[in-house]
């Protein structure tokens, strides 16, 4: 069989593991945007940008109507603990 028929099964495999409650999971706690920038001191215009994002998109997040996942959850852990290191990251680029 194929290397990608191979991860296929596996990752099927996990899938049903993880459906029946069995092997490892991992959850993240939800982030609150509105806190990790109120936390670090931005307004909604500062956030926006280093998020890589419109300042639109980034308010629907703070109202509720868009929900935060994958690398951007990621990115704002990382905001709330060290928010002048993705600032100087940045400003670098």
Do not use: C
């Not at 500062?46 to 996942?69: D, I, N």
Request: a positive charge; charged letters at 25%.
């Amino acid at each position: 069989m194929s290397t990608f028929g191979d991860d296929l099964i596996r990752s099927l495999n996990e899938a049903l593991a993880h459906a029946k409650g069995e092997g490892p999971a991992i959850v993240h706690t939800p982030v609150a945007p509105r806190e990790v920038r109120e936390q670090a001191r931005l307004t909604q215009a500062q956030m926006a940008p280093l998020m890589g994002m419109s300042l639109s998109g980034y308010r629907k997040w703070e109202q509720g109507t868009r929900q935060v996942s994958g690398p951007a959850a990621m990115l704002l852990r990382v905001i709330q603990k060290e928010p002048e290191a993705v600032k100087r990251a940045l400003s670098s680029s």
